[in-house]
């Protein structure tokens, strides 16, 4: 690895000892505390030498891998100046790679300086770890345009039947013959693993039995949590190999927004205790800014948090080799000064890397600060989640009226957001459902969100989630309002499957995954949240996986390219054709009519002689005959098989989406009937 593409902090191994380093610009004096084999208790105390410019380090000779320690730092102690120095609470080093047990909330670590004890005992410890041989470089496995399958690893495994048990809820898991196979059934382009490095609990959650389940609340931004990956980075970086050799790309879920130190009430456990001033943003009145709603905002216009991050992803890219990264809150990354800016030094140092400029980088566009809904804004490459796919595809199965337009602008890859300075192919993400919200079943069996496990009373979580229930709400006997939900489901997932631009899909909900309503699971490490395996809806997830394939053979699925409804040069076929029920092209009045929910797409294939794809809409409860239009040579049949077997000229089912594709005419004779897709 080139020099300069090394860290400069942390424990550094190296022959015959280790090198200490780490940053404050405003303490006075910084030790780093060597434990014993277990960790438990403080054996030497070592003080690390000012090298100019906030940089602390020394080499301690006599050490190697496996050491245990922490770093304590002493300067001034006045909270309302945002000064937090204390020797007396230990301070996980920002750079480590390896803790020896998980982060746990315990009140005294918030107590004020010189009111509670020595906090060693109840922090992990870094363990020092030789910098493994880098992983043979290699460009990403993933595509633009493909499938994104989120994955939250330890409720991914936890009731999975074929795991062994011991390994169930790990990384390792993952790598698994039996999750494989999965993953390769549905046509996965990459597992988005949601949050793997080690996060400590909400203060709120230990008093009610609860604990955070879903990792979005860390305190260092490289180790891994031990309870996901006791087997430390090389677990990570075996899975991400095997993945690999199956075809599938590893992208990272990572926090660089906030950490679990919260507010001014919060625990002292490491970059508060190096340098709060500088770590985090603060208002001009001294607060701790909040643009992230977790009551602290990492400082990412300041070049040590910079150099942090960069130095953390190409960790994960050199180490680990993953196909990149998906940004949580991402604009807190693009604020300078508090002020999203598309071309923030540590947005553009991250696209210019020499390691990263080649990554997969997704950002989640949005947080809660001033100005803080950037989804469109971010530079390219990077993608985006798009919540307005979301809602509009939400609202338009929901039954809302005028809905027609902006279905298709979501299904032509939305233009209206991506399509500026020029851009051709949309960065968008396309999704219905994610881990944050309802499950894409709970979308058709709810109306209202049921968070009463989370023990806030049903105040957390979005009230408004366009979601409905078919007429009864939560679980329902009536065989009619189980059929119905059950076809909103594959309406809904056929929808996703046959829009432009990325789609991504959270594990179960191509088999029909529950939370009961709850939109807001972040707490439930329990059954609420484990996937299901016994129980899955086979049928669906066979559902699922055939519109995966329809959209891998079809190319027209995985382009990137916005549709803009024009032939392309030396052709009289245009790339999308926008038709009503009979077949007709929809005018200005048909697009404006609120109560029309039909729709008709038909793709261009990559030439004139090649066939085209027609996905038939019917968001209406009625059922309707559609006509399409017939091309010299060509005639129209199924798309996807199914079990059953119809004629394919009957009325399109109501609340239904059905594929059609044209055939060579010299196929007529031969062809077998088929049903198409539902």
């Not at 994104?148 to 169930?168: C, G, N, S, W």
């Not at 590893?250 to 625990?267: A, K, M, Q």
């Not at 009226?401 to 020029?422: E, Y």
Request: glycine content about 10%; charged content about 25%.
């Amino acid at each position: 690895m080139p020099a300069d593409l090394r860290p400069r902090f942390g424990g550094l191994v190296s022959e015959g000892g280790i090198r200490f380093a780490a940053w404050s610009q405003a303490a006075r004096r910084l030790w780093v505390s060597i434990f014993d084999e277990q960790g438990n208790r403080e054996i030497e105390r070592f003080e690390l030498q000012p090298q100019g410019e906030g940089v602390h380090a020394l080499f301690v000779a006599g050490l190697g891998t496996g050491t245990r320690y922490g770093f304590r730092a002493d300067g001034d102690y006045a909270p309302d100046r945002g000064l937090w120095f204390d020797p007396e609470k230990l301070l996980i080093d920002p750079y480590a790679l390896e803790i020896d047990r998980p982060y746990a909330y315990d009140w005294r670590l918030t107590r004020r300086r010189g009111e509670g004890p020595d906090t060693a005992p109840l922090m992990p410890k870094a363990i020092a770890a030789a910098l493994p041989k880098p992983v043979q470089a290699a460009p990403p496995l993933f595509q633009p345009g493909a499938l994104i399958y989120e994955v939250p690893v330890r409720a991914f495994t936890m009731l999975h039947p074929d795991i062994p048990e011991k390994q169930r809820g790990t990384v390792a898991a993952l790598a698994h013959p039996v999750v494989i196979e999965h993953l390769k059934k549905l046509g996965v382009g990459a597992v988005e693993l949601m949050p793997v490095t080690a996060s400590i609990d909400e203060r709120h959650l230990p008093p009610l039995g609860l604990r955070n389940a879903w990792g979005y609340n860390p305190v260092t931004f490289m180790a891994l949590d031990p309870r996901l990956a006791p087997g430390g980075i090389m677990e990570l970086r075996n899975t991400v190999a095997a993945l690999r050799q199956a075809g599938i790309g590893v992208i990272l879920d990572l926090v660089f927004n906030h950490s679990g130190e919260s507010d001014r009430l919060g625990p002292t456990l490491s970059l508060r205790g190096f340098d709060n001033q500088a770590y985090y943003r603060h208002t001009p009145d001294g607060r701790l800014a909040n643009d992230t709603g977790t009551g602290n905002t990492v400082a990412c216009d300041h070049p040590v948090v910079q150099e942090m991050v960069l130095d953390t992803l190409r960790h994960f890219v050199r180490d680990v080799g993953v196909d990149g990264f998906r940004f949580d809150l991402a604009p807190i990354l693009g604020r300078v000064e508090g002020t999203f800016d598309a071309e923030a030094p540590l947005l553009k140092a991250i696209g210019e890397d020499a390691l990263l400029a080649d990554r997969v980088l997704i950002a989640e566009p949005w947080d809660v600060g001033p100005d803080g809904y950037q989804l469109g804004n971010f530079p390219p490459p990077f993608l985006e989640w798009n919540d307005k796919y979301r809602d509009d595809v939400r609202r338009f199965w929901r039954g809302d009226a005028g809905m027609v337009g902006a279905l298709a602008t979501r299904l032509a890859g939305s233009s209206d957001v991506f399509a500026a300075k020029g851009q051709s192919a949309s960065r968008t993400v396309n999704f219905i459902a994610a881990h944050d919200g309802m499950t894409l079943a709970d979308i058709v069996r709810y109306e209202r969100k049921h968070n009463g496990a989370n023990g806030e009373q049903n105040r957390d979580g979005h009230n408004e989630n366009l979601s409905w229930n078919n007429g009864v709400e939560g679980e329902a006997d009536d065989p009619a309002v189980a059929m119905a939900r059950l076809n909103d489901q594959y309406a809904l997932l056929a929808t996703l499957f046959v829009s432009r631009g990325t789609i991504m899909l959270t594990a179960g909900d191509e088999f029909g995954r529950s939370q009961h309503g709850n939109n807001n699971a972040y707490a439930q490490d329990n059954e609420i949240t484990w996937l299901d395996w016994a129980g899955r809806d086979q049928a669906l997830e066979h559902y699922t996986a055939l519109l995966s394939t329809l959209r891998r053979a079809v190319p027209a699925l995985s382009d990137t390219r916005f549709l803009i409804g024009r032939p392309p040069a030396d052709s009289d076929i245009p790339d999308v054709a926008w038709l009503t029920e009979t077949g007709a092209p929809l005018d200005e009045q048909s697009w404006q009519d609120p109560q029309r929910h039909r729709l008709v797409m038909i793709l261009r294939g990559a030439t004139d002689d090649e066939r085209r794809l027609a996905a038939l809409i019917n968001g209406d409860r009625r059922a309707c005959m559609f006509t399409l239009p017939q091309r010299e040579g060509f005639f129209w049949e199924p798309a996807i098989e199914t079990a059953e077997v119809a004629d394919i000229l009957r009325p399109v089912s109501g609340r239904t989406v059905i594929f059609m594709i044209e055939r060579a005419a010299a196929q007529a004779g031969t062809r077998e009937r088929r049903n198409g897709g539902r």
